[in-house]
Every structure is written in structure tokens, then in C-alpha cells.
């Protein structure tokens, strides 16, 4: 599962969300993923699950989270989206974030080995999130990564 090939597959590249709080935020986020048949409507009720469970553990630096949940019959497929928010969202009260990237992995193994490294690597360099800021298009986006 490549993070870019993924999202243009996918067409899951969405610009400027306006949402009022985390659970719109991460339906947003798996919209994308629902439309390409790579998850189902229950993704994204697993995700508010374990974050009612076990907090916002995919909150990985400031203004970046990387929603998901355990692989499962709701996942068809791996895949990635990508989104950026109008404003910036809590996913609790001292975590504000404006870029997510949501991952759907059909096996922990993928998750783990293949998708996080990818992640890490485009998101290690502190500049990415003002250069995804000044980002007008899906081009724009694919380009930065």
C-alpha cells in the first residue's frame, strides 16, 4: 500500500472541510474511502468507538491525526484519504488539528510495517504543514508528497 498511489486511486484528496467537532471530522475523513468501496459506513463508527474507549491516540503531532481502527469486515480494502480542515478541531481539549490522513489497513501487519513508515516519513519534516496550508489543489498535495 503506497500513500500516494492510494490516494489517487482512491480520489481521496479533500480540501478545506469545515466540520464542528472530531466526529465530523473523522466522517469526513473516511467519506473518501467510503466512496472508493474501500470501507464501510461502520469504519467510521469503529473509529469513534475505540476514541471513546482509548481517547485520540492517533493524534500524532500538533495539528496531525491519523484516524483508524482495527482491521476488520468493514475494511475492503487498504487505502488511505487525506484531508484538511477549514479550521482546526479538537479531538480533545488541548489537541488542535487541521490535517488528517485516514488509514483503512486490512491487517495489523500492513498497518504497522508498511503504512506508519510512510506517514512518518512525509510528516518528519516540520515545514510539510505550512506548505499543505498554502496547498490549493489535490495537485498541490500529491506534488508535496
Known sequence: ????????????????????????AIQEAVNPLISAEAVTQQYVEEIIKSTNELGPYYVL?????????????????DAFSFITLKKP????????????VCLAAKSSENHLEVALPQI??????????????????????????
Open 1 to 24: 500500500m503506497n500513500f500516494k498511489d492510494s490516494l489517487i486511486e482512491n480520489d481521496s484528496i479533500v480540501l478545506d472541510v469545515e466540520v464542528n467537532d472530531w466526529k465530523e
Open 61 to 77: 503531532l500538533p495539528n496531525f491525526a491519523m484516524p483508524h481502527a482495527r482491521p476488520g469486515d468493514y475494511v475492503k480494502k
Open 89 to 100: 478541531v479538537y479531538f480533545s481539549e488541548s489537541q488542535p488539528v487541521k490535517v488528517i
Open 120 to 145: 512518518a516519513d512525509v510528516f518528519s519534516d516540520e515545514s510539510i504543514f505550512e506548505k499543505i496550508d498554502q496547498a490549493k489543489t489535490k495537485e498541490d498535495i500529491l506534488e508535496l508528497l
